[in-house]
C-alpha cells in the first residue's frame, strides 16, 4: 500500500508562489518510478479537478487555468513530486491532493490566497 504525504501548503498573496511536495513510501523507488503521478485540487463546493500530470518518463500535463504558472516535477530516487506555483490568484485556492498510479491519494494541503 501506497501513503503519500503532502506539504507546503499555506496562506499566501496574489501574485505569490508557493512549493508543495509530495512524499511516496510504501513503494520502491524502483515502484514510484513507474507510477504516473498528478496534483488535484478541490475548492469549496466545486468537484475536484486534476492540476498537473507527470508521466514515468517525464512528460507533463497542466490544466488550463495554470499553465505558464505551475511546474510538475519528479524526483524518483527520492520518491517525491512537486509543484511549484508561481502567479497565485485567488482562484487558487482549494486543497490540493497528491495522486500516484491513478489509486493512490494524499490526504491534501491547503492552499489559501488571499490578501
Known amino acids: 500500500q501506497v501513503q503519500l504525504v503532502e506539504s507546503g501548503g499555506g496562506l499566501v498573496q496574489p501574485g505569490g508562489s508557493l512549493r508543495l511536495s509530495c512524499a511516496a513510501s510504501?513503494?520502491?523507488?524502483?515502484?514510484?518510478?513507474?507510477?504516473?503521478m498528478a496534483w488535484y485540487r478541490q475548492a469549496p463546493g466545486k468537484e475536484r479537478e486534476l492540476v498537473a500530470r507527470?508521466?514515468?518518463?517525464?512528460?507533463?500535463n497542466y490544466a488550463d487555468p495554470v499553465k505558464g504558472r505551475f511546474t510538475i516535477s519528479r524526483d524518483n530516487a527520492k520518491k517525491t513530486v512537486h509543484l511549484q506555483m508561481n502567479s497565485l490568484n485567488p482562484e487558487d485556492t482549494a486543497v490540493y491532493y497528491c495522486?500516484?498510479?491513478?489509486?493512490?491519494w494524499g490526504q491534501g494541503t491547503q492552499v489559501t490566497v488571499s490578501s
Open positions: 495522486n500516484a498510479h491513478s489509486r493512490y
Open positions: 507527470i508521466s514515468n518518463g517525464g512528460t507533463t
Open positions: 510504501g513503494a520502491s523507488a524502483g515502484i514510484f518510478s513507474i507510477y504516473a
